[in-house]
Nanobody, 111 residues
């Protein structure tokens, strides 16, 4: 059974950066594709970034140019580098891959 564990969330000031990680276990093959979603208080979960098995990426307009999704197949890990963070980026960030969800990691952007 696939398990996804996110880490790297925390409190950061506006303009700051964080790198989220999503480590997969319980599989004998490499993760090639996956997504990062986020859910802000009182809002629906939304897709933030996606990487396909071919390596192409998609970003929501709200994060384009600031966030970068990458993968390390050798570590079975997806990353989300988040720069120039703003208060509106505050949310629980979830990893999604292989039809499974992680439990999320909280990102709070506040001065």
């Amino acid at each position: 059974q696939v398990q996804l564990v996110e880490s790297g969330g925390g409190l950061v000031q506006p303009g700051g950066s964080l790198r989220l990680s999503c480590a997969a276990s319980g599989i004998t093959f490499s993760i090639n594709a996956g997504d990062w979603y986020r859910q802000a208080p009182g809002k629906e979960r939304e897709l933030v970034a996606r990487i396909s098995s071919g390596g192409s990426t998609y970003y929501a307009d709200s994060v384009k140019g600031r966030f970068t999704l990458s993968r390390d197949k050798s570590r079975n890990t997806l990353y989300l580098q988040m720069n120039s963070l703003q208060p509106e980026d505050t949310a629980v960030y979830y990893c999604h891959a292989l039809a499974s969800w992680g439990k999320g990691t909280l990102v709070t952007v506040s001065s």
